[in-house]
């Protein structure tokens, strides 16, 4: 783990004063799950508390869900090491992919990597650790299906962050700079092993499906472009504290925004307070 991170992990571990999730059970397991620190194996119906960090085997297909007594839920997929955070509605992800579901009226559930923190408004959303041919650490996408996602980079490229919204992947490259927000195949989703590959019924199936019309439709790229102004410039709220790393200092209280063109494949960078 990369020192700036223990940092944060620390901050997020012991300091904050912000409310954590609740405590919550294993409602779904394939092949073989561990919780470390004390080690020993999960088990269907398993109770899970701030603070346990889950191994997930890397047979193929093997996978686990956790589902928080507030109703959020987590699903990690073969090879995925994961932390509850104990001061923050907040998952650290060390490898592997995640699903996150959770209710923006509770505040969502943000996901802190080696190189990037993601605060959801509500959301549905995969991330994935990338790893090079040789398994070395090679950067961070996040994939969103429904909500919203503030993405943001520690120093020296705070300025930077990016909103991501649904049909969008956002990937940052080992210690690059975030890359910008571009199209992807909503539809393909639904056959995605974190949702297909679990017997119970995701629970914002339906909207993820509705979302994946529009696209189809030709009207989620406009939809989006509304929603990214609303976000930015009014409604963007989140309860999560970020570190300290993460926070605006000062000259930085007015961020730059990756903003996507029309097609996806490119941007310009905004600066400035409405």
Known sequence: MRPWLCVFVMLFCGRLPASPLPSGRVTELHGTARRLYPDRPLALGARIAPGDRVVVDGAEKSGVELTFDDGGLLRLSAGTEACISKAERTIQLFAGRALIQADRMLGGIAVLTDTMALTPEGTTYLVEILRGPSGTFAG????????????????PTLKTRAVV???ERLRAEGGGALSRPVAWDLSSALAEPLIAGFSRPLPSRERIAGLADQQRRGVLAGR?????????????????????LFRPGEGDQAPAIIVPRKDGASGKTRHGSP
């Open 140 to 155: 961070v996408e996040v994939r969103v299906l429904e909500g919203a996602i503030v993405a943001r980079r520690p120093r």
């Open 165 to 167: 919204l649904p049909g």
């Open 224 to 244: 989006n472009q509304r929603l990214r102004k609303e976000l930015f410039w009014h409604r963007f709220r989140h309860p999560i504290v970020l570190p300290e």
